[in-house]
């Protein structure tokens, strides 16, 4: 006999386990569907981020750069240390530890909300009901569903010239589990997932060379801080080379030939492990039956509206499975609307204007909103302010003088069209432009908001007070409009 749910989630990552939180908030009885293993072979929610993604990536850029900080800034601090060194296995210790925490943590939250965790693979078939096999039985059930969420995410795009073997060749997932540390590093891509694997390992001693098939670097980045960025990466030893597009790769058992084209010459580079970090794509392959009709686009990513409805009456998409950033939150607040779709019967469209986006190197990247390069190209007509960490007291005061906050305003209203920051906390910082620009502020707005001193987030009032050249730290220069 099939059992009867209000909703049945398939996947529980950031978009899935959200939603289901949110569906057994609002009273609905709720499934949810993983497929997840440990390296235990144990079943763990989170999905790729919080497992083998986000987290994990996260757990060892802090602590190699607290190695490198130790290395080079402690000193100048007055503090005086014997000779460091890495453990690594410590630090995948300490990493595999806050990765059960908090899977562990969301584990907690689906008992207490009486959410039907099921361990194993799910399929959508017609009629709302969902084929659910377990990683322990033999066989399948038939779950009935009056709503399907599909949440299965993504996984790491492949590349023919250089095939996975998992020992010298390994994908993102494989890069965060490296044993000891690979004297020679080659990354395929240098997009966001490139350069913070490439900063960790370049960090505990790695020689890194990232080879990036287009002719920008970070194109999707406003330039001005892409190009600070740059500057920044290589003086860290960070070797990027642009328009290298890899042809093929041989594997012995010592090491990775890498055979690339840049222009109209060939070049090798050879590693001793090769890092393919291409980006990511829809996981949608055996998620369905072909009889159920659901659309996917030609890229697979599941069709839906604006509300993250797809064509099949009662099912969702959300997350990495359909349009938009592969990011974990926006998958969150996409579970977190249809959920409420779902109960309550209002549908709300996410927002996707003003995300807001992070690399989490030092320094970290963060923006949200249009660039300038995009917005003089829409014919907008821009007013640009922008302020150097260098000339903030608390930067200085923790050695974070790197980077600036760039803030972008329409010339004839002063809304917020954009802010793009490069430097010590982006990624906490950027909330505030996000909030802004959400209730439609104007860089009035920020410039007469008054900041605590000394405090990063100075940098930011003193950008905006730089759009109609105030700034009052820095020296004034003609703006551009």
């Known amino acids: 006999m099939s059992e009867r749910y209000d909703v049945v989630i398939i996947g529980a990552g950031p978009a899935g386990y959200v939603a289901a939180i949110r569906c057994a908030q609002l009273g609905l ?132 010239a250089a095939p996975i073997d998992g020992e010298r060749i390994v994908d993102s997932t494989g890069a965060l589990s490296f044993q000891e540390v690979p004297r020679r590093l080659g990354i395929i891509g240098a997009g966001v997932i490139g350069v913070e694997l490439g900063s960790i390992w370049s960090r505990l001693g790695a020689k890194v060379t ?45 090491q990775v030939t890498v055979h690339y084209q840049s222009g109209e010459e060939e070049h090798e580079l050879k590693v001793d492990k090769l890092i393919v970090a291409v980006g990511r ?33 009662g099912v969702y998409a959300i997350g990495d499975v359909v349009r938009g950033p592969m990011l974990a939150h926006k998958g969150s607040q996409e579970g977190i609307a249809v959920a409420e779709a779902i109960a309550q019967g209002k549908e709300t469209a996410v927002k996707r204007d003003n995300i807001p986006w992070v690399i989490y190197t030092e320094p970290e990247i963060a923006w949200t909103g249009r660039t300038e390069e995009a917005l003089r190209d829409a014919g907008i007509k821009v007013r640009v302010g922008t302020f150097p960490f260098a000339a903030s007291a608390r930067a200085n005061a923790m050695d974070g003088t790197a980077g600036l906050v760039k803030v972008v305003a329409d010339a004839n209203t002063d809304q917020l069209l954009g802010v793009h920051i490069i430097g010590p906390w982006a990624s906490e910082l950027i909330a505030e432009a996000v909030l802004a620009m959400e209730f439609a502020a104007s860089s009035e707005d920020l410039a007469r908001t008054i900041h605590a001193y000394p405090s990063l987030a100075e940098a930011l009032h003193e950008a905006a007070l730089d759009v109609d050249n105030r700034a009052l730290h820095v020296v004034r220069q003609r703006k551009r409009t």
């Open 210 to 254: 990232l080879l990036e098939a287009r002719d920008e670097f970070l194109p999707m980045v406003d330039k001005t801080i892409s190009q600070e960025a740059h500057k920044r990466f290589q003086q860290q030893g960070l070797e990027v080379r642009l328009g290298a597009r890899v042809i093929s790769t041989r594997v012995t058992s010592k």
């Open 281 to 313: 794509q829809p996981y949608s392959e055996h998620l369905f039956a072909l009889e159920t009709g659901l659309l996917l686009d030609e890229r697979g990513f599941i069709h839906v509206d604006e509300y993250g409805v797809t064509n099949l009456p």
């Open 29 to 160: 009885r709720t499934a949810c569907i993983d497929k997840w293993l440990s390296p235990e072979g144990k079943p763990s929610l989170g999905g790729t981020c919080l497992n083998a993604g986000c987290v994990s990536s996260k757990a060892l850029l802090d602590s190699s750069e607290l190695y490198q900080r130790a290395q080079t800034e402690l000193t100048e601090h007055g503090i005086q240390v014997a000779q460091v060194s890495v453990d690594l296995a410590a630090m995948q210790a300490r990493k595999s530890r806050l990765v059960h925490r908090l899977t562990a943590n969301i584990a907690t939250l689906f008992e207490d909300y009486q959410i039907k965790w099921l361990p194993g693979h799910g399929r959508l078939l017609e009629n709302n009901r969902v084929e659910f096999t377990s990683h322990e039985a033999d066989g399948s059930q038939i779950l009935e569903a009056k709503n399907v969420i599909l949440a299965s995410g993504s996984r790491p795009m492949e590349l023919e």
